[in-house]
């Protein structure tokens, strides 16, 4: 039996290939289609106004933030330290002003004192300024425990960094010392509150203020404010039985001086000059005071004292005018004064 021929190609014939089928196109893409070069164009102009309104953003949001002065005299060259603060209301400096509610702890808790260096703490924390711990003998006064030889450095840069305004502030003084060392400044501060010196009056201000007040409020009161001139004689009286005190005002400056008298315990009326002034940084003055007679003259120059507030007449220690009983006429007192600068007039 026969065989038929062996086909020389012995690889199954090819199966026939249909071309892949076309994707029906999706509505959306339809849609597309239909867009007019109107509407494209609508859409790039909303484009480019959004990326105009993100770009402004981006300006106003860069001018919002500035660089501190201070910290822009520190960059220099480097730009690795650069710190930048924004201007916004909530946002804060590098530095900041603390209020304490009670400045009470800043004080040492033993002599109550404002605390200074060096301060000290024992080994459960109390503290104690040095003055304290050698009266205390180095005895912590709570705890009994040694204290003198640990030193309290935290508290230390508080109180060197505590800051305290003048208590005249409120009349005009910005001068702020270290706490505990106020002292030293209220002492010769010129803004030192000074009293309107006329009867029935409250005033109170600074001693220019209070010049003011007087001639814009008192003026008119001829009985209980009288002008005078610098180093010009003027001749006044005073009734003992009604009051006791005569208030001058300098026309030009507007010094106030208070002239008070008052019986001594020995007899005699004892009258002294002040004016109404600190008692640092205003200028000195004196005055001539002289008792009339018929037929005798009492002169003595006596230094203005400087006072903030018309007290009750006390019987003065010096700087006064003493007018024995046999130069007077009851109670009636006339006088002459004459005031100058300096010590023009003390030794006369």
């Given at each position: ?312 007449p006390e019987e003065p220690k010096d700087d006064f005018m003493f007018v024995p009983d046999y130069m007077l006429s009851g109670d009636h007192l006339k006088m002459q004064i004459c005031v100058g600068s300096e010590y023009k007039y003390v030794h006369i």
């Amino acid at each position: 039996m026969s065989l038929p021929p062996r086909n020389p190609d012995h690889r199954s014939p090819k199966r026939q290939r249909f071309p892949p089928p076309v994707p029906e196109e999706d509505e959306e893409e339809e849609e597309d289609d239909d867009y007019s070069a109107a509407s494209i164009g609508d859409e790039e102009d909303e484009d480019s106004e959004d990326d105009t309104d993100e770009s402004s953003d981006e300006e106003e949001e860069e001018e919002d933030v500035q660089v501190p002065e201070d910290v822009g005299d520190n960059i220099g060259d480097t730009q690795s330290r650069r710190s930048v603060s924004s201007s916004s209301p909530g946002s804060s400096s590098s530095q900041q002003l603390i209020k304490l509610k009670s400045s009470e702890i800043l004080d040492c808790p033993t002599c109550c004192e404002p605390l200074k260096r060096p301060i000290y703490q024992c080994s459960n924390g109390h503290l104690a300024c040095s003055l304290c711990c050698l009266k205390l003998r180095k005895k912590c006064p709570f705890c009994r425990l040694p204290i003198g030889e640990i030193r309290c450095r935290a508290m230390e840069k508080v109180i060197e960094s505590s800051m305290v305004p003048c208590r005249n502030s409120t009349y005009g003084c910005q001068h702020t010392s270290p706490y505990g060392d106020q002292s030293t400044h209220e002492r010769r501060c010129m803004y030192v509150a000074c009293f309107c010196p006329l009867p029935h009056c409250n005033y109170t201000g600074a001693y220019m203020d209070v010049q003011t007040h007087a001639r814009a409020t008192h003026s008119w009161d001829a009985e209980n404010l009288i002008p005078f001139v610098f180093d010009t004689p003027q001749i006044f009286s005073m009734n003992l039985a009604k009051k006791k005190t005569t208030i001058f005002q300098e026309e030009k400056g507007g010094d106030l001086v208070v002239v008070q008298a008052f019986k001594g315990t020995h007899g005699g009326v004892c009258v002294t000059v002040s004016c109404i002034t600190p008692m640092y940084g205003s200028p000195n003055l004196s005055c001539s005071l002289a008792k009339l007679n018929a037929y005798t003259t009492l002169r003595l120059g006596v230094r203005v004292k400087k006072i903030q507030k018309v007290v009750e007449p006390e019987e003065p220690k010096d700087d006064f005018m003493f007018v024995p009983d046999y130069m007077l006429s009851g109670d009636h007192l006339k006088m002459q004064i004459c005031v100058g600068s300096e010590y023009k007039y003390v030794h006369i």
